[in-house]
């Protein structure tokens, strides 16, 4: 009996230690120069199941899966927060980098002490196109995971 227990437990285990949850906060740095742009660290709340918006193919025929449309894919809960832009009017501003660091490093933190492991970060620019663009973003993606 003790040896179907142990089994068991053991198999509990197992499998509890393949599931895990994952979570992604973004961050998005403004390259616009004057401040005039929108720089922000967001955390959806909610939860999306991808195959309510998914469509399958096989042999050039649809089986549409997606009980939604795009525009009801869109949440309202998130946590969006304030970071400053990386160019002020006379260029390039190192005070607001810094600054940006500072509060994503308490932003990660915060999750960290959540329980959340960091496992990857992805991250890209949509940089100035030349004289007559003068915008861009930079986004970093931090995905999480946690083990329940």
Request: charged share 25%; proline share 1%; net charge neutral.
């Amino acid at each position: 009996m003790k040896k179907i227990l142990f089994a068991f437990a053991l198999l509990a285990s197992a499998s509890a230690l393949h599931a895990q949850s994952y979570r992604i906060i973004t961050t998005i740095e403004s390259i616009v120069p004057g401040g005039v742009g929108r720089s922000r660290i967001i955390d959806s709340k909610d939860q999306v199941d991808y195959r309510q918006l998914t469509t399958s193919r096989d042999n050039g025929k649809d089986s549409d899966q997606g009980s939604i449309d795009r525009s009801d894919a869109k949440t309202d809960k998130l946590e969006e927060t304030k970071l400053l832009n990386f160019y002020s009017f006379v260029g390039i501003n190192f005070q607001n980098i810094a600054s940006n660091d500072a509060i994503i490093m308490s932003k990660l933190n915060a999750v960290a002490d959540e329980g959340w492991e960091l496992a990857f970060v992805a991250s890209g620019v949509e940089s100035d196109a030349g004289e007559k663009d003068g915008k861009g973003i930079f986004i970093t993606r931090y995905i999480f995971k946690k083990k329940p």
